[in-house]
């Protein structure tokens, strides 16, 4: 290889955001002289061994934008499929040549915070069309990266043809378009499938489809960053599984892997579609298989409602009444509904998810505070309440005896308020600050009947708020 065309791919690739390739012929002014890109170090990078390296000031530079790099040599036979990865503080780029011409790269990050993150990894895999050497390219990612890294080339096993078991792992390469695999599962179960993309611009994106290729479940970005999984309730028989990219199929290009798993169950599921729960006994299992689940809530007298969902490797929807489910942290398979509830069934029901998987679920109860919102509000009656810490909407009924047009009023000193009034589920009308300020109001026509008023803050839960509501008629 040339030490000119080295040095100007290396330029092309440093280049980055712009994502031109910088030819020697096309960079004259700023190419140094050959013997200095000759002096270059290469260190030679075994298969599956791994190496350490650092970047410095001594570091080989691209006069470009200043950007070091460590440049490795790896030899590969042709039809194998590598994986290049680095690890370390340094937030590396990775760039694979051959003969001085660009193969592949790792995407620039224009938008990635700085991180004190001691184990940043970074991963780019190509496949090898060629017995030849190969250029691994270490770069920093501006001009005052610098630092220790690991790196690593391993190979992965290439797919061979053969159906797909639970229990595989392997390893393909994408050109365009897309590709299907068949898959044999033995007994019926909860299984995981993901897709894991050697580089960013590919975007994995997986189907699951019957043998006769109609759609069960597909997902994007179901597995970590931009990585797809499928969780599916699966019958024995045949199904067929589709990779390609959600950026369409001029992207799905390069290495993947597909790993397809039998999901254990801890325990028997002891929640059945349509039981009963009951305050304060222990969590139930449940399993999910990707349709709506419905329950029953008993309530012999007022009381605060904590109703709590874990799912287990998919992601669903919690619902109480007209109450939805609200991400507690930053784990969305966590929900949590937390209100006042008045004597009677309560209908609970887990959906909005076609994946699969084991949940539990648990209802708390304890004693209403003093001014707790919820419950029955009368017409003419102003109520000062309190948004109690963890609830974000009380829920009213509301009965209205005379047709007329009505004012409905929200006010708090403290959080923004928002009203919504719904009759037989449907909503007929909801405000947020037309009442001046953070303050909600409405007027409408009503006839008699029961309607159910919901009094919402869209502020922070973390303490117990006051707020004012009223009904009155004009």
């Given amino acids: 290889m040339k030490p000119s065309t080295l040095f100007a791919a290396i330029l092309g690739v440093a280049a980055g ?4 390739i910088y030819y020697y012929q096309n960079q004259a002014a700023v190419t140094p002289a050959p013997q200095a890109i000759a002096n270059a170090k290469v260190t030679t990078l075994a298969l599956d061994q791994q190496a ?54 790792t995407a620039r990050c224009e938008e990635c915070p700085s991180s004190d993150d001691k184990n940043k990894v970074t991963t780019l895999g190509f496949k090898a069309d060629f017995n030849d050497t190969y250029q691994v390219v270490v770069s920093g990612d501006n001009t005052s990266a610098y630092g ?38 033995a007994a019926d179960g909860l299984y995981r499938i993901d897709m894991k993309a050697e580089q960013d611009s590919l975007d994995a994106y997986l189907k699951l489809m019957d043998k006769r290729g109609m759609e069960l479940v ?8 931009t990585d797809a999984r499928i969780q599916a309730y699966l019958k024995a028989g045949e199904y067929i599984v589709q990779a390609s990219s959600a950026n369409g199929s001029p992207s799905f290009q390069g290495g993947f892997t597909l790993d397809i798993q039998a999901q254990e169950i801890s325990a028997e599921p002891d929640l059945k579609d349509g039981d009963t729960l009951s305050l304060n006994q222990s969590a139930r299992t449940g399993l999910f298989i990707g349709q709506p689940q419905a329950y029953t809530l008993q309530i012999a007298e007022p009381t605060l409602v904590t109703l709590q969902m ?26 949590r509904i937390r209100t006042v509830l008045q004597p009677g069934e ?11 998987g084991v949940f539990s679920l648990e209802a708390a109860g304890e004693p209403v505070p003093a001014n707790a919102g919820g419950g029955v509000l009368r017409v003419g009656e102003t109520r000062d309440a309190l948004m109690l810490e963890g609830v974000t909407r009380d829920v009213y009924t ?23 009034l719904q009759q037989n589920g449907q909503t007929i009308l909801e405000d947020d600050d037309s009442g001046g300020d953070m303050n909600s109001q409405m007027q409408v026509e009503l006839q008699p009947g029961e309607y159910e008023l919901q009094a919402v803050s869209l502020g922070d839960a973390s303490s117990d708020m006051p707020y004012d509501i009223l009904v009155q008629r004009q």
């Fill in 17 to 20: 955001a712009g994502g031109a």
């Fill in 346 to 356: 309560h209908p609970i029901s887990v959906t909005g998810s076609v994946q699969a």
């Fill in 148 to 185: 220790p890294f690991k790196v690593v080339a391993n190979t992965l096993k290439a797919y061979d043809g053969e159906p797909l078991t639970p229990g595989q792992n392997i390893a393909d390469w994408a050109l365009g378009g897309q590709k299907r695999y068949r898959l044999n599962i």
């Fill in 218 to 225: 597909a997902d994007d970005d179901g597995g970590e960053n």
């Fill in 310 to 335: 874990n799912t287990q490797g998919f992601y669903a929807e919690l619902q109480l009444g007209s109450l939805s489910g609200v991400q507690t942290g930053d784990d969305a398979s966590q929900q």
């Fill in 52 to 105: 350490a390296g650092e970047l410095t000031s001594q570091s080989f530079l691209n006069l470009s934008d200043g950007v070091r790099s460590a440049v490795y040599e790896v030899q590969a036979q042709a039809g194998q499929i590598i994986k290049i990865a680095v690890s370390g503080p340094l937030r590396a780029q990775i760039s694979v040549l051959r003969n001085g011409e660009l193969l592949t790269r």
């Fill in 398 to 420: 509301l009965t209205v005896r005379q047709a007329g047009r009505y004012s409905i009023a929200m006010n708090s000193p403290v959080f923004d308020t928002y009203l919504v």
